[in-house]
């Protein structure tokens, strides 16, 4: 295994799932400046994840369960303003679910071929 499991949540699963929270918020009806003023980023970051120029190597919403989450961490962004270590914080609860669903093992193994989600059980057995 070349590249781990951590390596895989902070390249791809964390920026895949800021990236669909971006796009949850845009969906109700934000501008890229209210976005970025928000989740602590900025303006050009949230033109990168909308431009699918940054996260998007993950589809996210196609975990109904994740894509959940995220939508109601999007409200509770739009109705209490939190911190950014809040929001860094669901963020990375979030992630560690996507990883102890099994939900990254096919895509790991795509970036790493020496891994075999047949045989690998570390995210499942450490976060699920």
Do not use: W
Not at 4 to 33: C, D, I, M, W
Not at 66 to 72: A, C, M, P
Not at 118 to 124: D, L, N, Q, T
């Amino acid at each position: 295994m070349k590249v781990t499991a951590f390596e895989v949540a902070s390249r791809y699963v964390y920026p895949s799932l800021r990236r669909r929270l971006v796009e949850h918020l845009r969906n109700k009806g934000l501008k890229q400046v209210e976005i970025a003023e928000l989740l602590h980023v900025t303006q050009s970051a949230v033109s990168r994840y909308l431009n699918m120029d940054r996260g998007s190597m993950i589809d996210v919403s196609k975990f109904s369960d994740i894509d959940r989450e995220l939508e109601e961490l999007a409200d509770e962004i739009l109705e209490s303003h939190p911190g950014e270590y809040v929001i860094h914080r669901r963020l990375i609860e979030i992630a560690l679910k996507m990883l102890g669903r099994g939900y990254v093992c096919t895509f790991h193994s795509r970036i790493d071929p020496e891994v075999n989600p047949a045989e690998c059980r570390i995210c499942i057995e450490l976060f699920g």
